[in-house]
Nanobody, 118 residues
Framework: VQLVESGGGLVQAGDSLRLSCAASGRTFSGKVMGWFRQAPGKEREFVASISWIGGTPNYSDSMKGRFSISRDNAKNTVTLLMNSLKPEDTAVYYC????????????WGQGTQVTVSS
């Protein structure tokens, strides 16, 4: 399995940014895709997740309402749309994959840097 993130960059506070994660290497039914982030000096934190086969996405309470996760099954791509970005959203964003019903994410991308200037 290979996960490749893209779409990071430098933006200003209040801007929007769309991150993508392209998955390859196997079929993804029964899998859940998640986005995480890690800011300098901080632990990695959960952002959002979505199942490949449907269902309600999950969001971190602190990002609910500003961030939106979606998937394109035909393209094997998961997207994270981030609106009203704040300087505290600055972090490396990672996508990851796990089995439905499990909590551990087994596959991770290399990460993409998002920097929000004030």
């Amino acid at each position: 399995v290979q996960l490749v993130e893209s779409g990071g960059g430098l933006v200003q506070a209040g801007d929007s940014l769309r991150l993508s994660c392209a998955a390859s290497g196997r079929t993804f039914s029964g899998k859940v895709m998640g986005w995480f982030r890690q800011a300098p000096g901080k632990e990695r934190e959960f952002v959002a997740s979505i199942s490949w086969i449907g269902g309600t996405p999950n969001y971190s309470d602190s990002m609910k309402g500003r961030f939106s996760i979606s998937r394109d099954n035909a393209k094997n791509t998961v997207t994270l749309l981030m609106n009203s970005l704040k300087p505290e959203d600055t972090a490396v964003y990672y996508c990851a994959m796990r089995d439905v019903g499990r909590t551990r994410y087994d596959y991770w991308g290399q990460g993409t840097q998002v920097t929000v200037s004030s």
